[in-house]
C-alpha cells in the first residue's frame, strides 16, 4: 500500500522533503541515523483505536517498525502536513502509538505538547 516514490509527482517529492526537514526541526532523528522512517501510503491499515485520535485517518505510527505512514491525500498541501506532523510527533513524544496503547487527543498534557511543537516547526 506504500506509494513508490517515482510515482510521485516533483511537488508531492518537494512535500514530502519538507516533511522530512520538519521532522529534524522537531528534534526527531534522521532516517538514515535510526530516526522515523517517513513513508507514503494509498490506504491506512485499519486500527483501533485510531477514531480517538483525530488524525488518525490521516496518518499511522507504527512505534516497532519506527515508521510514519502519512497518507498520500495529506501530501497535497505544506499547511495539512505541518499540522499532521506535529500532531503526529507530540503523540509520539508522549509515548502512545496505536496498538494496545490508544492515543487519545484528550489526555492531559497532549494539547500542550502538541502546541510546542506547533511553535517549534514555526
Ligand atoms: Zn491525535
Known amino acids: 500500500m506504500e506509494v513508490p516514490r517515482d510515482a510521485l509527482?516533483?511537488?508531492?517529492?518537494?512535500?514530502?522533503?519538507?516533511?522530512?526537514?520538519?521532522?529534524?526541526?522537531?528534534?526527531?532523528?534522521?532516517?538514515?541515523?535510526?530516526?522515523?522512517?517517513?513513508?507514503?501510503?494509498?490506504?491506512?491499515?485499519?486500527?483501533?483505536?485510531?477514531?480517538?485520535?483525530?488524525?488518525?485517518?490521516?496518518?499511522?505510527?507504527?512505534?516497532a517498525?519506527?515508521?510514519?505512514?502519512?497518507?498520500?491525500?495529506?501530501?497535497?498541501?505544506?499547511g495539512d502536513l505541518l499540522v499532521l506532523l506535529c500532531h503526529a510527533v507530540a503523540h509520539i513524544r508522549l509515548g502512545s502509538g496505536f496498538g494496545s496503547n490508544v492515543p487519545s487527543d484528550r489526555r492531559p498534557g497532549f494539547q500542550a505538547e502538541f502546541r510546542r511543537c506547533l511553535k517549534q516547526a514555526g
Open 9 to 63: 509527482s516533483q511537488r508531492e517529492v518537494l512535500r514530502l522533503q519538507f516533511a522530512r526537514g520538519l521532522l529534524l526541526a522537531l528534534g526527531q532523528a534522521a532516517e538514515d541515523k535510526g530516526g522515523l522512517k517517513l513513508r507514503v501510503a494509498a490506504k491506512l491499515p485499519i486500527r483501533q483505536g485510531a477514531e480517538a485520535n483525530s488524525f488518525g485517518n490521516s496518518y499511522d505510527h507504527d512505534g
Open 65 to 78: 517498525g519506527r515508521t510514519l505512514h502519512i497518507r498520500y491525500s495529506r501530501l497535497q498541501g505544506v
